[in-house]
């Protein structure tokens, strides 16, 4: 039996899951319960109903694992990975920082440790650190670690005073405004996208900035053929295997090929079998400091689900939603029985393709819902989100107009919209990927052409 296999039979045997960060390498998907960035793995996190979570990541997110589910084990492969940029704050010099400027709330970026959240009063992640400092209300926010997420907020919100921690991520901040003009002249058709880690002069000559599921997301959405990506060696790995398993036709070329977390990278396939075997390197935090520190990621829970808690109001015709409960993504979406508008918070509709993709039964629920007055114009100007009232803008999805936040990533559509989506889906991949010989390819496309 092959260390995939043993591995795989393990978790069984423990019910266990294991969570991996989209920067390791990336052979571990093959073990992997989800593969993602750190909001969404925070969230598998605290969702899941596993006796054991062994993290494929970094210390501080092993750590956040296990203060949103405390009562698991959360097993870390290499006990030493830990994140440069973490270990440049901690109690100390946060409390001075806090202390030459007081009263004024505290963003903790989740790379920090539980000790420095503790002492934080919100968390964010590079997904919703736009969300997550509107949302405090606050006209001056203090924001730790890290300075270029930090500016980079700043930006997008002008009317708010970021004031920020010297911090940075020594890996992204290796990429050069000099990489970015030799790659515009290198690859003159591609698209460069960065990490908001990147500093500033990378930032503002890259055609799009996002966090990791951002960057991934983009590119799906993308028309172009060719993009160079400012982050860690990870994604591009998995947007290549991907475009080529999905035929996308594209192509990721790596901005510079040393941008490789070494941290990331200790986790290895051997690593964690011993680990999940031995059920060592278990994540422990001190009581007191977690019930602080998880005020501070529940804060963030609660502020990029706040319309989970309340009505939501149809940006589309102003009838209240009816919320319906997907199985499938473990979620509440919101549909407007009157003219058909569906919204989903920010990450559902990606949920919605991984459950297409996984070929699972899907959002039967939305299909059972019919609108009284379907919708005809979704192409509305100024619309704002239901979540965080930020603009909505119109994106392309596989042929389907619908239209995002800029700031959460929230999605509006229309029923009949999401049913063609999800047919298109089903036709384009699931259904031709699923079929395996050429007597198969002509039943299915019988099937589907008629
Ligand atoms: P994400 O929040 O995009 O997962 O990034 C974490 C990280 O460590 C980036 O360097
Ligand atoms: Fe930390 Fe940078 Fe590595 Fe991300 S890439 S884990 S911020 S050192």
Same mark, same amino acid.
């Given at each position: 039996?092959?260390?995939?296999?043993?591995?795989?039979?393990?978790?069984?045997?423990?019910?266990?899951?294991?969570?991996?960060?989209?920067?390791?390498?990336?052979?571990?998907?093959?073990?992997?319960?989800?593969?993602?960035?750190?909001?969404?793995?925070?969230?598998?996190?605290?969702?899941?109903?596993?006796?054991?979570?062994?993290?494929?990541?970094?210390?501080?997110?092993?750590?956040?694992?296990?203060? %949103?589910?405390?009562?698991?084990?959360?097993? %870390? &492969?290499?006990?030493?990975?830990?994140?440069?940029?973490?270990?440049?704050?901690?109690?100390?010099? *946060?409390?001075?920082?806090?202390?030459?400027?007081?009263?004024?709330?505290?963003?903790?970026?989740?790379?920090?440790?539980? #000790?420095?959240?503790? +002492?934080?009063?919100?968390?964010?992640?590079?997904? $919703?650190?736009?969300?997550?400092?509107?949302?405090?209300?606050?006209?001056?926010?203090?924001?730790?670690?890290?300075?270029?997420?930090?500016?980079?907020?700043?930006?997008?919100?002008?009317?708010?005073?970021?004031?920020?921690?010297?911090?940075?991520? /020594?890996?992204?901040?290796?990429?050069?405004?000099?990489?970015?003009?030799?790659?515009?002249?290198?690859?003159?058709?591609?698209?460069?996208?960065?990490?908001?880690?990147?500093?500033?002069?990378?930032?503002?000559?890259?055609?799009?900035?996002?966090?990791?599921?951002?960057?991934?997301?983009?590119?799906?959405?993308?028309?172009?053929?060719?993009?160079?990506?400012?982050?860690?060696?990870?994604?591009?790995?998995? *947007?290549?295997?991907?475009?080529?398993?999905?035929?996308?036709?594209?192509?990721?070329?790596?901005?510079?090929? $040393?941008?490789?977390? &070494?941290?990331?990278?200790?986790?290895?396939?051997?690593?964690?079998?011993?680990?999940? *075997?031995?059920?060592?390197?278990?994540?422990?935090?001190?009581?007191?400091?977690?019930?602080?520190?998880?005020?501070?990621?529940?804060?963030?829970?609660?502020?990029?689900?706040?319309?989970? +808690?309340?009505?939501?109001? =149809?940006?589309?015709?102003?009838? #209240?939603?009816?919320?319906?409960?997907?199985?499938?993504?473990?979620? $509440?979406?919101?549909?407007?029985?009157?003219?058909?508008?569906?919204?989903?918070?920010?990450?559902?509709?990606?949920?919605?393709?991984?459950? %297409?993709?996984?070929?699972?039964?899907?959002?039967?629920?939305?299909?059972?819902?019919?609108?009284?007055? /379907?919708?005809?114009?979704?192409?509305?100007?100024?619309?704002?989100? &239901?979540?965080?009232?930020?603009?909505?803008?119109?994106?392309?999805?596989?042929?389907?107009?619908?239209?995002?936040? #800029?700031? =959460?990533?929230?999605?509006?559509?229309? %029923? &009949?919209?999401?049913?063609?989506?999800?047919?298109?889906?089903?036709?384009?991949?699931?259904?031709?990927?699923?079929?395996?010989?050429?007597?198969?390819?002509?039943?299915? +496309?019988?099937?589907?052409?008629?």
């Amino acid at each position: 039996m092959d260390l995939i296999d043993k591995i795989n039979k393990l978790k069984k045997e423990k019910n266990a899951i294991i969570l991996t960060h989209c920067y390791q390498n990336v052979e571990i998907d093959e073990v992997s319960d989800y593969v993602g960035d750190s909001l969404f793995l925070s969230e598998k996190a605290a969702m899941t109903d596993a006796d054991i979570i062994l993290f494929a990541g970094v210390y501080f997110m092993a750590q956040s694992a296990k203060l %949103l589910s405390p009562n698991k084990k959360v097993l %870390l &492969p290499e006990i030493n990975s830990g994140c440069m940029m973490a270990d440049m704050i901690n109690v100390d010099n *946060l409390k001075s920082f806090k202390e030459r400027y007081p009263n004024i709330p505290v963003v903790c970026y989740i790379n920090s440790t539980a #000790e420095v959240k503790a +002492l934080c009063d919100v968390c964010c992640t590079s997904s $919703n650190a736009i969300e997550v400092v509107k949302n405090l209300n606050s006209d001056k926010v203090l924001f730790v670690p890290d300075n270029f997420l930090g500016k980079y907020v700043q930006q997008q919100l002008p009317e708010i005073e970021i004031i920020t921690f010297n911090g940075f991520c /020594p890996i992204h901040q290796r990429i050069r405004l000099e990489e970015v003009e030799a790659a515009r002249k290198n690859y003159p058709n591609a698209l460069i996208l960065a990490h908001p880690e990147c500093n500033q002069e990378v930032a503002k000559n890259s055609d799009f900035i996002g966090s990791t599921k951002e960057i991934m997301e983009y590119v799906i959405s993308s028309d172009a053929r060719q993009f160079v990506i400012a982050t860690e060696k990870g994604v591009v790995d998995r *947007l290549n295997r991907d475009s080529k398993k999905f035929n996308w036709g594209k192509e990721f070329i790596l901005i510079n090929e $040393n941008i490789i977390c &070494p941290d990331m990278k200790k986790n290895t396939l051997e690593g964690i079998y011993n680990t999940l *075997l031995n059920e060592s390197n278990e994540i422990t935090i001190d009581d007191e400091v977690a019930k602080n520190a998880v005020k501070c990621i529940d804060k963030m829970f609660e502020i990029t689900r706040a319309y989970d +808690l309340k009505k939501v109001i =149809c940006p589309l015709c102003s009838h #209240e939603m009816k919320k319906v409960f997907v199985d499938e993504i473990n979620a $509440n979406i919101d549909v407007c029985e009157e003219c058909g508008g569906v919204f989903f918070d920010y990450g559902e509709f990606e949920h919605i393709e991984f459950a %297409l993709e996984n070929n699972t039964k899907c959002i039967d629920e939305i299909d059972s819902c019919e609108a009284k007055t /379907p919708y005809k114009n979704v192409f509305v100007d100024n619309l704002t989100c &239901p979540s965080c009232q930020s603009k909505m803008v119109k994106i392309e999805k596989r042929g389907t107009t619908i239209l995002e936040c #800029e700031a =959460c990533l929230s999605k509006i559509s229309v %029923l &009949p919209q999401i049913k063609e989506y999800r047919q298109k889906y089903i036709d384009d991949e699931v259904f031709i990927n699923s079929v395996v010989n050429d007597s198969e390819i002509i039943d299915a +496309l019988d099937l589907l052409f008629g």
